[in-house]
């Protein structure tokens, strides 16, 4: 083999080299910029959290995706979109309407009202505190867990970081129009996004949960809209009015599953 020859050999290992180099560096970042990018999205949700739990009132409107995976390992998606209306500390009004559910919860600051519009039937539960009291009434003892709840609680950070393991600031993204910080964070059980609104508002402009104890990693995602705080939320008395003559039923006969029957759960992988 001639000497120009194993030149060209040595310096396309070199290319080869430098390249995978560079490849890997883009990939996983060094250590300094790992640290700087967990700081600036700690950061960055702080502010949100802090400018959420100063907001006396919100209202804003939302759609959501569940993700299922079937058996033979078909991904599917089940949409729905709805209304929240929240006054601190203690009122908060929530609609939903999917395929297969319409439903409606109110929550005065002493008594959850869950109203199964299709139906027309409703249940209530004495629940009195705050909407972080019932948040957590509802998924430990009535074990009915609300996705995106965290959103409405008044520490959004502790609630979201938590179990985080891992952070990840990726810049910039657009949701709606608007421009947002888009950051990515694991935990043990599930990887989550959530992008923010970039300026002086800065809320949740999308969220999404994906599974890591599910095959196929199924994930929920809610996407927020017609963000209003303040005087520029419309009035509600937060009670509940029986002007359908609605049929009372216990709290844990009421379907107002986003899932619905059609639909078996399965087990974890």
């Given amino acids: 083999m001639s000497k120009k020859h194993t030149a060209k050999i040595e310096q396309d290992h070199c290319t080869i080299l430098f390249a995978g180099t560079l490849a890997l560096s883009v990939v996983l970042g060094t250590p300094l910029e790992a640290r700087a990018d967990e700081a600036s999205a700690k950061a960055l949700v702080k502010a949100m959290s802090d400018y959420m739990s100063a907001q006396s009132a919100i209202s804003f409107s939302f759609d959501t995706d569940l993700e299922i995976v079937t058996k033979d390992k078909q991904k599917l998606a089940l949409a729905s979109s709805g209304t929240v209306t929240l006054s601190r500390p203690d009122k908060v009004h929530v609609t939903r309407r999917g395929g297969f559910a319409d439903v409606e919860a109110i929550f005065d600051g002493k008594t959850l009202s869950l109203i199964g519009r299709n139906a027309n039937v409703y249940g209530q539960v004495d629940v009195p505190g705050s909407i972080d009291h019932l948040i957590d009434e509802l998924r430990d003892k009535y074990h009915r867990p609300v996705p995106g709840a965290d959103m409405l609680q008044s520490n959004v950070y502790d609630e979201l970081m938590s179990q985080v393991i891992d952070t990840k600031d990726l810049g910039s993204g657009v949701i709606g129009g608007v421009e947002c910080d888009h950051l990515a964070f694991r935990t043990s059980e599930v990887d989550w996004q959530i992008w923010i609104a970039q300026g002086a508002r800065p809320y ?66």
């Fill in 204 to 269: 949740p402009c999308q969220y999404v949960i994906t599974s890591k104890l599910v095959d196929d990693g199924p994930q929920y995602s809610m996407q927020i809209r017609d963000w209003k705080t303040g005087n520029e939320v419309a009035s509600d008395d937060f009670s509940f009015k029986n002007s359908t003559n609605a049929t009372k039923m216990k709290l844990s006969d009421l379907d107002t599953d986003e899932l619905p029957k059609i639909f078996r759960v399965g087990g974890p992988k």
